[in-house]
């Protein structure tokens, strides 16, 4: 089983809607979590971390923690046709290691 | 502030050349890493250095040796390329007391 896991995709959702994005990790220990942007042909860039409970929310972005479900997610609200790439989730857990899940592709159709 | 910079950007081998990867930051970070890419796969460890004169062994560490050699830059290093290794390689850095890393532009290795 791997440690992280997401949906591949494709995720395809109209210009202006909400897209919701899903990871779940598998150590109850990990305390520390991100999500990163990553445009086809181009490394990952960072746009959110939660470390608690709850929701965080920067722009049109809102990132979910559940720690008792093991479960953290990415909301886009308003999504655009340049949010189109693909999102990795990761998780800082033992030997404090960055662990990332597959990725899931979106695609916002105009 | 160039950040993390990565050579080369493209290269391809024959199956038991050799080659090194060539990374390096210019944010003053303590530790830097090297991953790989492969499709669906998300980002694997290969090695990271905790700081300046540590390396350590990531996920997936076999057919690789990496060198620190200052604090900016990080070397992997493929002593027989196999065609398994054919990936896209990317180096990241992060500062001690941030989480966030940074990562360079790749370089897409093919070994034929």
């Known amino acids: 089983q791997k440690e992280v896991e997401q949906n591949s995709g494709p995720l395809s959702v109209p210009e202006g809607a909400i897209a919701s994005l899903n990871c779940t990790y598998s150590?109850?220990?990990?305390?520390?979590f991100f999500w990163y942007r990553q445009y086809s042909g181009k490394s990952p860039e960072l746009i959110m971390f939660?470390?608690?409970?709850g929701d965080k929310e920067d722009g049109r972005f809102t990132a979910q923690l559940n720690k008792a479900s093991q479960y953290v997610s990415l909301l886009i609200r308003d999504s655009q046709p340049s949010d189109s790439a693909t999102y990795l989730c990761a998780v800082i857990s033992a030997g404090n290691m960055l662990t990332f899940g597959g990725g899931t592709r979106l695609m916002v159709k105009p | 502030n160039a950040g993390v910079t990565q050579t080369p950007k493209f290269q391809v081998l024959k199956t038991g050349q050799s080659m090194t990867l060539q990374c390096a930051q210019d944010m003053n970070h303590n530790s830097m890493y090297w991953y790989r890419q492969d499709p669906g796969m998300g980002l694997r460890l290969i090695y990271y250095?905790?700081?300046?004169?540590?390396?350590d062994k990531g996920e997936v560490p076999n057919g690789y040796n990496v060198s620190r050699l200052n604090k900016r830059e990080f070397s992997l290093r493929l002593e027989s390329a196999a065609p398994s290794q054919t990936s896209v390689y990317f180096c990241a850095s992060k500062a001690s007391s941030y989480n966030e890393q940074f990562f360079g532009p790749g370089t897409r290795l093919t070994v034929l």
């Open positions: 939660i470390y608690s409970n």
């Open positions: 150590d109850r220990g990990s305390q520390s």
């Open positions: 250095s905790a700081s300046e004169g540590t390396t």
